[in-house]
Structures are given as C-alpha cells and as structure tokens.
C-alpha cells in the first residue's frame, strides 16, 4: 500500500526558505515509471502543481515558479524534498506531495501541511 | 502551457439525477503512441486531498462507483455522475499529464438542489 506523507514548518516568515519533506513508502522512486509530484492549494482556491522529480532524477517545474523551487530525492530514505525561496504570503497554502505512475495522474496523496506565510 | 478549463464553476443537482461537468484544453492532450488522452478527474472533500477518479480520460480508477464516468478526446472531456448521491457534494478538478506543467481546472463545485 502506497502512503505519502509531508513535514516541515506551519509558519514561515516573508522572504525565508521553505523546506518540506515528502516521506512515503510502498513504492521505490529508483524503479522506472515512478514520480513524486508537489502540489499546492491556497485556502479556498485550486490547485497548483509545482513540480515533480521522475525516477531516473530528472526533474521538471512550474514555469512561473522555476526560479524558487528545487526538488531532490533521497531514494534510500524514501524521501523527496522541495524548497521554495522567498516566501511571500501569497504563498500561504496546503501543500501536497502525491505518487504519479506512468499511466495515470496523481494517485495517492498525503494529508497536506498547511503552510502560512507571516511576519 | 496547456490551459484546463472547466464549465460550469459550480453545479446544483437533486438526489438521483445526472450531473455533468465539463473540461476543456488548450491543446491536445492525445498520446498518438497510444491513442490514450492523458486526462484525469479527481473529487475533493472540504479537509480532504483529492481523490483520483478516472485517469485516461474515461478509465475509472480502483474501488471508484460506476455511477462516476469519464468520456471524450483531444480537447473536450466529461465528467458525469449518472445519479448523484449525498457523497458525491465535492469540489471536481479535471487535470492533463499529458506534459508539465501538468495543469488543473479551476474546478467545479457539485452541491445538492
């Protein structure tokens, strides 16, 4: 059973570096086809994908936020990590990590962390 | 980028009849290699993540109702709900996987008439 899980800060001041950690278990992002994808809510509002890094290290991103954003695996711990710099309040949102297997879009998902961006 | 949009925003519909929610791209999102559309539709309940309901543009995902179907090609896909429960008041997101950045609609809010 695939389960995924995100860590890091609720709180975050303007202009820091934001740095969450998907930990998951139940898949091995070193076998091919596999894919760990970010994705953010704002409070009431859509969703937004952010990026996503692909079994074999390669890694794509948002155009609009490519500049912030950095994803990396850590496949012997089961982790993918995103940083985001610059935090602004408009970046106050859930963020979700979720699996991407080839065929389909994204089919598991952690609970999300709510990230509030606050002096 | 490909741009997802999804008609209508929001949606009342009575116990037991037919929704029908629409999404539309800003280009293809048709695999030729595999004559497969890279389309998926999730539902999201307030607290919740989004749950996958169809992938493939039409192919209902694991433990997923029947009621729920997916159809379409190219640019235009639907989803429908044949006879709409309780359960199913939701927010709906269609979104392509087709090439990143791999976009959402701005989802659509099915509540009960």
């Known amino acids: 059973q695939i389960t995924l899980k995100e860590s890091g800060p609720t709180l975050v001041k303007p202009t820091q570096t934001l740095t969450l950690t998907c930990t998951f278990s139940?898949?091995?992002?070193?076998?091919?086809?596999?894919?760990v994808g970010w994705i953010r809510q704002p409070p009431g509002k859509a969703l937004e994908w952010l990026a996503v890094i692909y079994w074999d290290d390669d890694k794509r991103y948002s155009p609009s936020l490519k500049s912030r954003l950095t994803i990396t695996k850590d496949t012997s711990k089961n982790q993918v990590v995103l940083t985001m710099t610059d935090m602004d309040p408009v970046d106050t949102a859930t963020y979700y990590c979720?699996?991407?297997?080839?065929?389909?879009?994204?089919?598991?998902w952690g609970q999300g962390t709510l990230v509030t961006v606050s002096s | 980028d490909i741009v997802m949009t999804q008609s209508p925003d929001s949606l009342a519909v009575s116990l037991g009849e037919r929704a029908t929610i629409n999404c539309k791209s800003s280009q293809s999102v048709l695999y030729n290699s595999n004559n497969k559309n890279n389309l998926a539709w999730y539902q999201q309940k307030p607290g919740q993540p989004p749950k996958l309901l169809i992938y493939w543009a039409s192919t209902r995902e694991s433990g997923v109702p029947d009621r729920f179907s997916g159809s379409g090609s190219g640019t235009d896909f639907t989803l429908t709900i044949s006879s709409l429960q309780a359960e199913d008041v939701a927010v709906y997101y269609c979104q392509q996987y087709y090439s990143t950045p791999y976009t959402f609609g701005q989802g659509t809010k099915l509540e009960i008439k």
């Open positions: 139940g898949f091995s992002l070193s076998t091919s086809g596999e894919r």
């Open positions: 979720a699996h991407r297997p080839t065929v389909k879009g994204f089919d598991y």
